[in-house]
Nanobody, 124 residues
Framework: QVQLVESGGGLVQPGGSLRLSCRAS????????VGWFRQAPGLEREFVAG????????DNADSAKGRFAVSRDNTKSTVYLHMNSLKPEDTAVYYC?????????????????WGQGTQVTVSS
């Protein structure tokens, strides 16, 4: 069983930066791939970025490439989403999710454990 808690969301101006954190409970965090997803009102949940269990592989959605980066520190059971050059269309609730899966899946149904989400609002 893994419990995930996101933090770091907030209000930021266009062009600004935020770092989201996803802290996990449990001793076996390093057996899970972790994905970041987001969901805006009226839209489906979409993949943003993901990282493999050891941190050696990452994957970004096209919308995040060149702006977002994902990293993890397994000694702290924490995964980070570094977001730069934020745009109003990045406004959403951001979720982290963990799954004992082979690949960094873009499909939210592949992930077993989810956090409660953190709101990111990009507005002037």
């Amino acid at each position: 069983q893994v419990q995930l808690v996101e933090s770091g969301g907030g209000l930021v101006q266009p062009g600004g930066s935020l770092r989201l954190s996803c802290r996990a409970s449990g001793r076996t965090f390093n057996k899970y791939n972790v994905g970041w997803f987001r969901q805006a009102p009226g839209l489906e949940r979409e993949f943003v970025a993901g990282i493999s269990r050891g941190g050696g592989s990452t994957d970004n959605a096209d919308s995040a490439k060149g702006r977002f980066a994902v990293s993890r520190d397994n000694t702290k059971s924490t995964v980070y989403l570094h977001m730069n050059s934020l745009k109003p269309e990045d406004t959403a609730v951001y979720y982290c999710a963990a799954g004992d899966i082979v690949d960094i899946s873009h499909r939210h149904t592949q992930y077993t454990y989810w956090g409660q989400g953190t709101q990111v609002t990009v507005s002037s």
